[in-house]
């Protein structure tokens, strides 16, 4: 039998909060329906972040506690605790600012400045400017 692994991301929004009742009761049957199809949690990776929470009691799946986290990154985006968005703005400038230091040495046609091409095509060792080599 071929084991397949799947990712599962449960974003819990809705107008109203959920309690820690119906937190526990919603992990509680993704759980069971998981099992009932063949798919087990894997209670290690599986994490949980409270959003402005006031109840701090844990999670469970199958009587162990899942781990709380305060911020985690889901389709690029960091999602935190406190429901801001300044980690994520501080993570995507800083991923920019990497970008574009890689690109500072490169000239406008795409080749880096210390090749032995100046940007007008003809070589230093040249007797003539204007002339290729």
């Known amino acids: 039998m071929e084991m397949r692994r799947y990712n599962l ?4 929004i809705s107008k109203t909060h959920w309690t820690h009742e119906q937190m526990q009761m919603k992990t509680a049957s993704v759980a069971a329906v998981s099992a009932s199809v063949g798919l087990s949690i894997h209670k290690g990776k599986t994490k949980v972040l409270k959003f402005k929470a ?3 009691n844990p999670i469970t799946i199958d009587g162990e506690t899942l781990e709380n986290v305060e911020s985690f990154t889901y389709l690029g985006s960091i999602i935190d605790e406190q429901g801001g968005s300044d980690a994520d703005v501080k993570a995507r400038i800083g991923k920019a600012r990497t ?3 890689q690109l500072k ?5 795409g080749r880096y400045e210390n090749d032995e091409l100046q ?8 007797p003539g400017q204007d002339e290729l080599c």
Do not use: P, S, T, Y
């Open 119 to 126: 940007l007008d095509g003809a070589r230093k060792d040249c």
């Open 99 to 101: 970008a574009f230091l």
């Open 54 to 56: 006031e109840n701090n």
């Open 9 to 12: 991301a449960v974003l819990g």
């Open 105 to 109: 040495n490169i000239d406008h046609r």
